[in-house]
């Protein structure tokens, strides 16, 4: 791969997260490095989508903080975190349904938009230069990700395969620093999660995108990732490079079984 | 300006203090108006409860149903018979509300249903303006034999003055919620209401029919506004008006979250003694007519503070 | 045949952004402009422009208000008659405070005034989400309708609590009062209708557009987006009452020529949104259709029986139309929830392919 892991962007400090009475997170701690590709699995309720929730503001822990680019914080707003440059992909969708493949990604070029009020009413200049601006930028995404055919149909119209690769242009379109994939190839076919796969490895390459990714096709997290970590009831039981973990007994006991 | 704020702070309360026998009789006054709001609001309820939905059209039911029986007296049907006719008319109206509107709509968002019950209440506006004309009625109170003329009953020296048909009015409305209570924790019916107000998918699963379920309901709502009409028809008239004041019962629900038949009661009595009282005792300052809107900032207030209303549950979203 | 796109390729994406992309299109809008600011003044009656083009271009206007707010930002507002009576009586004062100042100024000032009112209403969108923001919308209708009675200031002290409309005059031309003729006033309401609505074109399908359907269609994942929520449906509100007090000062200035409370209660707020959701939730075509459909039932309930020899009272025509309205609402939300202006749609697609069936 042409690229180099650097240090790390991403510190995770001994968070616990609980809602009511149920612990989702148990003094979690972990790091992310720039460049690298990073897996996080466990069995289904081990607090995986949560420490995303948490690293993107939507969630607040009780303890612990997290830091990011340096910035160090106990929580943050989501609309923080995206101007932090994390942008994130989510288990069940999270698109506008009622706009275009365009739209969506457009909507995600928002914090790039400046044009102000007024000019957006009169349209005719500087809020149209942006907008042509932006959506040249917007089509190269459409380009790389082969989707070209459903630039204006309705998400809510596409089958889920195409949902989760809009969702990821969605995502690439605010240029992150840092992208958090939740689950990015549930549901799909072989060919499907090859694309996926290719898709989320160019990112890497040529983009040099950080990227957190929650997965449970093996397979695919020991090909892709740099190093995994693994939660298991709300606690991190083993972090290291793919090797290292498939061979941890505890990981074997809790959520490998007898590797093969 | 302090001529101002004496009169929010501390006029009223001196009023108040100085005529403890009015005092009581806007606290009576308070709490009769309080329980025919919480009526509407049970109506509410129990449609939401167990459909989900947001019925707007409770209002309107309530004028309709009585609407209906005065409407059937006065083309010569006795008393008790129109009042059994009626009891079919909005059996029929929660068939046809189950089939036409429920049915269709039933895996929309709730704020299609909302908008869908918008249609309903102008469609039985029209309606029930063409069929019975838009004059305002008056009640059948004697043909059904319900009590009329009050009580004078003394207290702190002056005496507050109660209306019979307002006492009627209380324990009727005690009684139906007393009933519905019961019949939603303790019997079979009550228990497959439950489910299907948490989860339509899986109360089919286990075989609840919904459809049934529904009509059930409505008609238990329909009862309910019947119940309702007569009583305030009976202390004012029948009129279409009555819809407006129907609103009311939304800041109730609000207080008293959709869910709840206690908190409709309980969010009923605080609206109608908050704004008996408001108008009493505050009125005189900003002018006549804060009933209109009084209830809504009441509910408003409340919600600024507690979003999900007193009895209602908080949601946390799972993404 | 007609309507093939065949050929018509977009060679830039400036083309593609355009407002209306496909020819026919742009032809179809060109001869509708003709026909409204030519046509129309020099041949229709002057009972169709008072009674029909005028209610139903300022209703369109106040329906275009809501639609910003409730179709495309999904904020469900019941207090739209009580934001159009802000900018009537707003005007209305306007004009009285400084009567030698120009009245579309004004009437443009009054909605500010109604943006503003709007905004306040809007403030508790911050905690209230949904059915509960309607609610409140609702206390802002009933408040509103309140001190359109009980403060005396807002309509001069007149002993009727109404207002009546003074002449004014542009370029030396009665446009209100009783002097001003149905065509002036008819293309002064023309004019600033078709431009408000290209505002609103302009403001939808850019970025203000696409952050309001974000919130509307998941507005935690438009947060993630870096969008801010709150300023956003402040926005909204503020829009939204700007074009409803417009509707509201044109309403009474242009067309009833006088106007009291009862003008701006509940009844008109849910005759608005009856509009929306009939023309088409999210289009600003739907409000125009909804308007006219709304408008024109009764009217037409009206004339046509009489067409056939059979007199109904207009109450009874007002009445049916209430029945038929509440019955379409029903209908069009089973059907086709994004109203008239989906049904268009396709219809256009259908002429795609016309006359082959497929």
Redesign the interface.
Known sequence: MGRTVGGPILEVEGISLS?GGVVALQAVSFDVREHEIRAIIGPNGAGK?SLL?VI???YHPQEGSVSFMGTKRRSV???E???QGI??T???I??????TTL?NL???R??K?K?S?VQ????WGA??R???EH??RV?EIIDFLEIQHIRRTPVGRLPYGLQKRVELG?ALA?EPELLLLDEPMAGMNVEEKQDMCRFILEVNDQLGTTIVLIEHDMSVVMDLSDRVAVLNYGRKIADGTPDEVRHDRAVIDAYLGVAQ | MTHLLYGIFIDPFVQMAAAPDLLVQTLWEGLVSGVLYALIALGFVLIFKASGVFNFAQGIMVVFSALTLVGLNEHGVPAYLALALTIVVMLVLAIAVERVILRPLVNQPDIILFMATFGLTYFLIGLGELIFGGDPKIMISDQLRLPSGSYRIPVFGGYVQMQKIDIAATIIASLMVATLAVLFNRTRIGRALRAVADSHKAALSVGISLEQIWVIVWFAAGIVALATGIMWGARSNVSFALEIIALKALPVLILGGFTSIPGAIIGGIIIGVGEKFGEFYWGPLLGSGIESWLAYVIALVFLLFRPQGLFGERIIERL | MLYREVGQYKTSYRADQALFPILQDRIGIAVILLLAFVGVPLTASSFTIDSILIPVLVLALAATGLNLLTGYTGLLSLGTGGFMGVGAFACYKLTTLFPGVNIIILILCSGFFAAAVGTVFGLPSLRIKGFYLAVATLAAQFFLSWCFIRIPWLYNYNVSASIEVPTKTLFGLAVTGPTSSPVTRYLIVLSIVAFLTLVAANLVRGRIGRTWMAVRDMDLAAELIGIRLYQTKLLAFAVSSFYCGVAGAIMVFLWLGNAESESFNINQSFLILFMVIIGGLGSLLGSFLGAALIWGLPIVLRAAPAFFGVNIRSATAEQISFVIVGALIIFFLIVEPYGLARLWQVGKQKLRMWPFPY
């Open positions: 809602f989508s929730n993107n503001g939507f707003d989501p609309h975190a995206a101007l942008a994130r989510f288990q069940n999270a698109l506008f349904r009622g706009m739209d457009m909507t995600g928002a914090l938009m044009s009020f957006q009413v009169i349209y809020a149209r942006e907008e042509l959506r040249a089509e969605r605010m």
